[in-house]
């Protein structure tokens, strides 16, 4: 089994200097309902996450709270693993405020658009088009600056937040979770009382307004402006369901998703109706990593475009020990 599979666009990648990754940290009020989303330890401290994960993609460390992002079952966030992937690959990173909570303690983009909605109950992004114009002004800065730009996402609830606009769309397959068992009926019960609020909705932006999140906004403003990168979508059916919109909207086409060994083997036919032929995936095993090992299980999947980052540094010519063996060395510095 390869490292990294699918769409061979990865032989170009071949420098760290070519490429730029960008989190796009932001909450959703979807992420609060019970038994909706595993990206922490209880529903409430969902909204924290994207705060923490961006310390630790930054930084290294939680700087906020003196606490890692983990799941109910106790298994840590993958910021941890692109954390040591990256500090391996060198490659530069950016953080932007796709609706925090609150400020994390880092340099990063500030928005200020908020936690978006829970559309099942009113409008889930207030600030829609002004949520673009901040990605439609960031694309213009860094398209041709970098050859490869990754948009990645911690945004809890989101998958179940790209299963309703999917559903909207008409495309009724259940996107992935977090947890080992996807809570499919919680997501259906919420998408059915979603769309019955709206009925039928005119456009594609009408459903990333009324069931989405700010990352989707923003990443659709980034990509309907990049000519001259290549623009990746790093995560799962996520980023698979924004890579489908941005063809949809912006009509785009020299776009990627590259994801995780873990998604493929979950949602193979979801991701190659979303994004067909335009899939890249990395192959992991953290058998040796306590903690990390339940990604082997099940757990997580995907998330702050993990998959990516350990891709991106193997194919720079680091050695998978080298990588393996930095994002233990992440992970032990937590358990101090």
Request: hydrophobic content about 35%; proline content about 3%; aromatic content about 10%.
């Given at each position: 089994?390869?490292?990294?599979?699918?769409?061979?666009?990865?032989?170009?990648?071949?420098?760290?200097?070519?490429?730029?990754?960008?989190?796009?940290?932001?909450?959703?009020?979807?992420?609060?309902?019970p038994g909706i989303s595993a990206a922490g330890a209880s529903p409430e401290l969902t909204k924290l996450t994207p705060v923490l994960d961006s310390e630790i993609i930054s930084e290294g460390k939680c700087?906020?709270?003196?606490?890692?992002?983990?799941?109910?079952?106790?298994?840590?966030?993958?910021?941890?693993?692109?954390?040591?992937?990256?500090?391996?690959?060198?490659?530069?990173?950016?953080?932007?405020?796709?609706?925090?909570?609150?400020?994390?303690?880092?340099?990063?983009?500030?928005?200020?658009?908020?936690?978006?909605?829970?559309?099942?109950?009113?409008?889930?992004?207030?600030?829609?088009?002004?949520?673009?114009?901040?990605?439609?002004?960031?694309?213009?800065?860094?398209?041709?600056?970098?050859?490869?730009?990754?948009?990645?996402?911690?945004?809890?609830?989101?998958?179940?937040?790209?299963?309703?606009?999917?559903?909207?769309?008409?495309?009724?397959?259940?996107?992935?979770?977090?947890?080992?068992?996807?809570?499919?009926a919680i997501k259906e019960s919420f998408t059915a009382r979603a769309l019955e609020r709206t009925g039928q909705l005119p456009g594609y932006n009408d459903s990333v307004a009324e069931f989405g999140d700010?990352?989707?906004?923003?990443?659709?403003?980034?990509?309907?402006?990049?000519?001259?990168?290549?623009?990746?979508?790093?995560?799962?059916?996520?980023?698979?369901?924004?890579?489908?919109?941005?063809?949809?909207?912006?009509?785009?086409?020299?776009?990627?998703?590259?994801?995780?060994?873990?998604?493929?083997?979950?949602?193979?036919?979801?991701?190659?109706?979303?994004?067909?032929?335009?899939?890249?995936?990395?192959?992991?095993?953290?058998?040796?990593?306590?903690?990390?090992?339940?990604?082997?299980?099940?757990?997580?999947?995907?998330?702050?475009?993990?998959?990516?980052?350990?891709?991106?540094?193997?194919?720079?010519?680091?050695?998978?020990?080298?990588?393996?063996?930095?994002?233990k060395k992440v992970y032990r510095s937590f358990l101090k």
């Amino acid at each position: 089994m390869e490292i990294v599979e699918g769409n061979n666009v990865y032989n170009k990648i071949t420098d760290r200097h070519d490429i730029l990754y960008i989190l796009l940290g932001g909450t959703t009020r979807v992420s609060t309902i019970p038994g909706i989303s595993a990206a922490g330890a209880s529903p409430e401290l969902t909204k924290l996450t994207p705060v923490l994960d961006s310390e630790i993609i930054s930084e290294g460390k939680c700087i906020s709270y003196d606490v890692v992002p983990m799941t109910e079952e106790g298994i840590p966030t993958p910021s941890i693993i692109t954390r040591g992937a990256n500090e391996v690959s060198g490659i530069n990173t950016l953080i932007m405020d796709a609706g925090f909570i609150q400020d994390p303690a880092i340099p990063f983009i500030k928005t200020s658009l908020g936690s978006a909605g829970d559309g099942s109950k009113e409008r889930a992004l207030q600030f829609y088009e002004r949520a673009k114009a901040y990605g439609s002004y960031l694309g213009n800065l860094l398209d041709g600056r970098y050859k490869f730009i990754f948009l990645a996402e911690s945004v809890p609830g989101g998958t179940t937040t790209a299963h309703t606009v999917l559903s909207s769309i008409g495309i009724g397959e259940m996107t992935s979770s977090s947890m080992k068992n996807s809570p499919d009926a919680i997501k259906e019960s919420f998408t059915a009382r979603a769309l019955e609020r709206t009925g039928q909705l005119p456009g594609y932006n009408d459903s990333v307004a009324e069931f989405g999140d700010y990352m989707m906004a923003i990443s659709l403003g980034i990509s309907s402006v990049i000519k001259k990168s290549t623009l990746f979508y790093a995560g799962g059916t996520q980023m698979a369901t924004v890579f489908y919109l941005d063809r949809l909207i912006n009509g785009n086409n020299n776009r990627y998703v590259f994801t995780t060994g873990y998604i493929m083997k979950d949602k193979d036919k979801l991701m190659r109706k979303l994004a067909g032929q335009s899939v890249l995936y990395a192959n992991m095993n953290f058998s040796g990593i306590t903690g990390l090992k339940y990604y082997d299980e099940g757990y997580v999947k995907e998330g702050t475009g993990f998959g990516a980052a350990f891709g991106i540094s193997y194919l720079l010519g680091n050695s998978t020990d080298s990588i393996y063996s930095n994002i233990k060395k992440v992970y032990r510095s937590f358990l101090k």
